[in-house]
């Protein structure tokens, strides 16, 4: 798409925002632009972001801070990734709900439009909606979904999808490796934590971003 008609300021930002997520895959915020093209306010950057849009060169998700998107391609990667919502998962003590291999052999039971700026770097990712509240400090209501990326590899503090392999149960909890241990540590001061045997956990993926119930 040609860049004629824009003013010398909204070429550069143009540029500036597509250059930034080809280097960081995630794009800037309005004070980044602000910052990185000398302009005087954030309401000045918002009014040229605005004629980018009106005049298609870029697409805008005001509810996400990174919600620019310079476009281009198919019309499905201008709005973003589908994703699926596969299932439940547990928030709480942990509950027999179907494991991945059986997510992924059902239907979805919803599909998602998920903007690229929330998944950042995030590929292959799966969505499960939340029953419980043992993540509530962590700002996990039950109801809301949480976007999962498989990976069997994961560090302490992340948060994951648990399958207990002996239980044949699944919880969603943040993992810490003790001696001889896993903790599987809640995020309610009402709830203890879990212990479990390393042999006895398995990683099926961790929760790359959450999107919460509108009720």
């Avoid at 590929?123 to 029953?131: C, E, F, M, P, T």
Wanted: net charge negative.
């Amino acid at each position: 798409m040609s860049a004629k008609g824009l003013s010398a300021k909204q070429r550069q930002m143009l540029d500036f925002i597509q250059n930034f997520d080809e280097e960081r895959s995630y794009p800037p915020t309005i004070r980044d632009i602000q910052q990185a093209c000398n302009i005087s306010s954030t309401s000045v950057v918002d009014y040229n972001l605005h004629i980018l849009e009106r005049q298609g060169f870029i697409h805008r998700d005001r509810e996400v801070s990174r919600g620019i998107e310079v476009l281009g391609g198919s019309k499905e990667n201008r709005l973003g990734a589908k994703v699926s919502v596969l299932g439940y998962i547990a928030a709480g003590e942990p509950a027999p709900v179907p494991s991945q291999e059986s997510w992924n052999a059902n239907e979805p039971i919803d599909v998602l439009d998920i903007p690229w700026a929330l998944l950042g770097k995030a590929k292959d990712v799966y969505a499960l909606r939340v029953k419980g509240t043992s993540m509530i400090d962590a700002l996990i209501d039950d109801g809301d979904v949480v976007i999962v990326q498989p990976t069997g590899s994961v560090q302490d503090g992340d948060m994951v999808v648990a399958w207990l392999q002996l239980e044949k149960e699944v919880t969603l909890k943040r993992l810490y490796r003790e001696e001889g241990m896993i903790r599987l540590q809640p995020a309610n001061s009402a709830m203890k934590p879990i212990y479990v045997d390393p042999e006895n956990v398995e990683v099926q993926g961790k929760v790359v971003a959450v999107l919460r119930s509108a009720t």
